[in-house]
């Protein structure tokens, strides 16, 4: 009996129309990427393991996938490894590659590796998969598109603000009006650390405050307690568990709060630029909000962060995220260059952009005109008609085979071709030929394809 064939979790097919949808997303984030002055790069869908692990924090590493060596990838690892069952140690000795797990850290690393061919500041743009061992859920899944815009070599704050308007200005052309771009910055987090006393759990206190908005405070004050975060330092953020009001009035409050901390002031005056920036340049339909919450859990951000939440009513997580990384090419060896960029969800936006019906009609247009098939003298009559339909910019097919033409017109109206062309033996000895509109049943005699009006 055949094995029934299944999907590892976490993956999809994508037929005709939810392709069609998702290059209309593509084609519309890219153009825009091109607008602002972006160049195209793309890199492997695998990376040496070394280039991978520890960018991404405890957590995200737990998620990379890990590619086994070829050939006998046991024969080099210690018996006693086994034994033990000590599998990380084993991990190094069976596999030196892994799946990226998103697209910044390859670019970091391909920035670095050509940098005496890029002309300073670089602003890439890169459109490309990626896989992560995640939990599939709703708007989650392990094989995913990301869509990334980066600058390095520039630590102006002026492309916190270009990034800023690329994302309102994407997604307003998408129809995504009303959705929500947090803002925050790693300095104000390290700031909130200093005051507390606990700059040795940076990481924990911001893993944790990341999770607010989705296991809510008191389990995030637990979760932080559990790190060794004490009650009485937790007390002293406490105004940052329900922070409210216009960024105005946060900026003002955060001023108060980290009056202490010179970097955590230094990261306000950082976001009150941006925001006043934004103020007097103005945005389409998004929303600039502060929210001090925001730390996006990756070890890699030194400054500015950005999240995209979807419009209201709509429930999904993040549809777009990205930071400053002032220090990600030093890794790899190259110093004092500032890096900033951001990323589409492509994948949530498709979802949300579903849910609300906002893509357009036309978009899932495919073959306009179908010539039905009456023979071999018939169809070949029609070739040339095709020809020249196709080279005026009509998207029209040939039915290959002589069928029955209950059958052709049943294909028709499957793959929902608006239109068919009836070419028989009549039509040829007039030069003519019958388009029928496969929605109204009207049909008309057409002597050239100029007489065709859809």
């Known amino acids: 009996m055949a094995q029934k064939p299944s999907l590892a979790k976490g993956t999809r097919d994508f037929g005709p129309v ?57 024969k080099k690892v210690d018996s006693g490894l086994l034994e033990q069952k000590a599998s990380n140690k084993i991990m190094t000795k069976i596999s030196e590659k892994a799946l990226r797990y998103d697209l910044t850290v390859p670019f970091a690393r391909y920035v670095v590796m050509h940098q005496n061919e890029i002309a300073f500041p670089f602003k890439r743009y890169q459109i490309q998969p990626v896989w992560r061992a995640d939990r599939p859920q709703k708007g ?68 944790a405050l990341d999770k607010l908005d989705k296991i809510g405070e008191e389990k995030v004050k637990a979760e932080m307690l559990q790190k060794g975060i004490s009650e009485e330092a937790i007390a002293k953020v406490q105004p940052i568990f329900a922070f409210e009001g216009s960024n105005t009035y946060k900026l003002s409050q955060l001023k108060k709060l980290l009056a202490s901390s010179e970097i955590g002031l230094e990261g306000v005056a950082e976001m009150e630029f941006v925001c006043n920036q934004i103020e007097v340049l103005g945005l389409l339909s998004a929303k600039l909000d502060i929210d001090v919450t925001l730390a996006r859990g990756l070890n890699y951000y030194t400054g ?121 033996e009549s039509e040829i000895k007039k030069g003519t030929f019958v388009l029928k509109n496969m929605l109204t049943g009207e049909q008309k005699e057409c002597d050239t394809i100029s007489d065709l009006a859809f």
Do not use: W
Request: net charge negative.
């Open 18 to 74: 939810e392709v069609a949808k998702r290059n209309y997303i593509f084609d519309t984030i890219r153009k825009h990427f091109k607008t602002f002055g972006f160049a195209p790069i793309e890199t492997p869908s695998f990376e040496n393991s070394s280039t991978l692990m520890g960018k991404y924090g405890e957590e995200g590493d737990r998620l990379i996938f890990k590619i086994l060596n070829s050939g006998d990838f046991l």
């Open 140 to 207: 989650r899944f392990r094989e995913f598109y990301q869509c990334d815009a980066d600058v390095v070599g520039s630590k102006s704050l002026l492309q916190e603000v270009e990034f800023v308007q690329l994302y309102d200005t994407v997604f307003n052309e998408l129809g995504l009006k009303g959705t929500t771009i947090k803002l925050n910055n790693r300095k104000i987090l390290t700031g909130f650390a200093q005051i507390i006393g606990a700059e040795d759990k940076l990481i924990d206190f911001t893993v």
């Open 304 to 424: 500015s962060i950005f999240e995209v939440s979807a419009p209201k009513g709509v429930q999904m997580g993040s549809i777009g995220g990205g930071g400053r990384y002032d220090d990600l090419t030093s890794i790899f060896g190259l110093k004092d260059v500032g890096g900033v960029g951001i990323s589409f969800g492509l994948d949530r936006v498709y979802l949300v952009m579903e849910e609300l019906d906002l893509f357009p009609k036309q978009v899932l247009e495919g073959v306009q005109v179908l010539f039905l098939n009456f023979g071999d003298k018939e169809s070949l009559a029609c070739l040339p008609y095709i020809k020249e339909m196709r080279a005026a910019g009509i998207a029209c097919d040939l039915y290959p085979d002589a069928a029955k033409m209950q059958k052709q017109m049943k294909y028709a109206n499957k793959r929902q071709i608006p239109y068919v062309i009836l070419l028989g």
